[in-house]
């Protein structure tokens, strides 16, 4: 069974960086489309970037990360990152890294609430972004 532990989160001021780091085991990652999801106080899950398998690769930005978050993977590492640069206050949220075999592609692991489904969650790290 596939576990996902998710490192990396913080506090950073505005227009700071992270990166996060999502190790996977129990399982080989590309098996899987995987990608990173959030959630603030008061609002609803939503997807954040996800990217599929490497034998038919695609990657998902939200609108409002795209140009400053890359989603990235390191098969050998099993790890799947989340670089986030210029972050704004609009990003402080709980993230998660999680992962599906089902859904085939990054816009339907990203674009499809609540995510009740998926196979692997990780844990959840916050991202607090403020002075």
């Known amino acids: 069974q596939l576990q996902l532990v998710e490192s990396g989160g913080g506090l950073v001021q505005p227009g700071g960086s992270l990166r996060l780091s999502c190790s996977a085991s129990?399982?080989?990652?590309?098996?899987?489309?995987v990608g990173w999801l959030r959630q603030a106080p008061g609002k609803e899950r939503e997807g954040v970037s996800c990217?599929?398998?490497?034998?038919?690769?695609?990657?998902y930005y939200r609108r409002s990360v795209k140009g400053r978050f890359t989603i990235s993977r390191d098969n050998a590492k099993n790890t799947v990152y989340l670089q986030m640069n210029n972050l704004t206050p609009e990003d402080t949220a709980v993230y998660y890294c999680?992962?599906?075999?089902?859904?085939?592609?990054?816009?339907?692991?990203?674009?499809?609430?609540?995510?009740?489904?998926?196979?692997?969650w990780g844990q959840g790290t916050l991202i607090t972004v403020s002075e």
């Open positions: 990217m599929s398998r490497s034998d038919n690769f695609n990657t």
């Open positions: 999680v992962a599906d075999s089902t859904i085939l592609t990054a816009a339907g692991l990203c674009s499809a609430p609540p995510f009740g489904t998926l196979d692997a």
């Open positions: 129990g399982d080989t990652l590309d098996n899987f489309v």
